[in-house]
């Protein structure tokens, strides 16, 4: 068992700055990826970034040149680096880890809301 808690969301004007951070316990050492994903009101889950134990990321196109993710694997913990906010980046933004490859998260954070105001 993985646990995830997400932290730093908030209210923020667009084009201003925020970060996530995600803290992992539990079974760690066998996690494979870490990623964020995010849902808008109405919307689908969505990803939105990824990063293997090896280091390799990846981005939605809509979050590209915008958002960096990082992870630190001695504290356990992954963040989310989100610049030139858009009002059409409020969501609730969720932490999620997966166990194995072909990447497939398999433990979810509860999800902490950002809200970009225009």
């Known amino acids: 068992q993985v646990q995830l808690v997400e932290s730093g969301g908030g209210l923020v004007q667009a084009g201003g700055s925020l970060r996530l951070s995600c803290a992992a316990s539990?079974?760690?050492?066998?996690?494979?990826?870490m990623g964020w994903y995010r849902q808008a009101p109405g919307k689908v889950r969505e990803l939105v970034t990824i990063?293997?134990?090896?280091?390799?990321?990846n981005y939605a196109d809509s979050v590209k040149g915008r958002f960096t993710i990082s992870r630190d694997n001695a504290k356990n913990t992954v963040s989310l680096q989100m610049d030139s906010l858009k009002p059409e980046d409020t969501a609730v933004y969720y932490c999620a880890a997966a166990m194995g490859f072909p990447i497939r998260m398999d433990y979810w954070g509860k999800g902490t809301l950002v809200t970009v105001s225009s």
């Open positions: 990063i293997t134990n090896g280091g390799d990321t």
């Open positions: 539990g079974n760690i050492f066998n996690i494979y990826a």
